[in-house]
């Protein structure tokens, strides 16, 4: 009796691994599929006039990055943050430096 409960357990799990390889093996081939068309894609965008047949004027040339330009960040956001370092600079009282002992009371 015993032994046939541990068959019946056994066979399930069988069943269960051999449902989760067969998931498995469609999950890879799709996986080898879209990592094939990436591959296809990415040597598409590659080729340029000097290593293909395509015409010089079909190749993309990006403007060169200016060093001095500022990060990309949205621009409400940067003159959000402007507009509030404006105010706290042209608002702010400047009192001049008063030490609490002289040069003389230090010696």
Known sequence: MHADL????????LE?????VAALRRENQ????DNQQLRD????????SSNSSKPP??????????PLSLPNIPSALF??????????????TIEPF???RTASQWA
């Open 6 to 13: 541990s068959i019946k357990r056994l066979l399930a799990r």
């Open 16 to 20: 269960t691994l051999e449902a989760e």
């Open 30 to 33: 799709q996986l080898r599929q």
């Open 41 to 48: 894609e990415i040597a598409r965008l590659k080729k340029n």
């Open 57 to 66: 004027s079909s190749d993309i040339v990006a403007p060169p990055k200016d």
């Open 79 to 92: 003159y959000k943050h402007f507009r509030l370092l404006s105010a706290m600079l042209f608002t702010a």
């Open 98 to 100: 008063q030490p609490e």
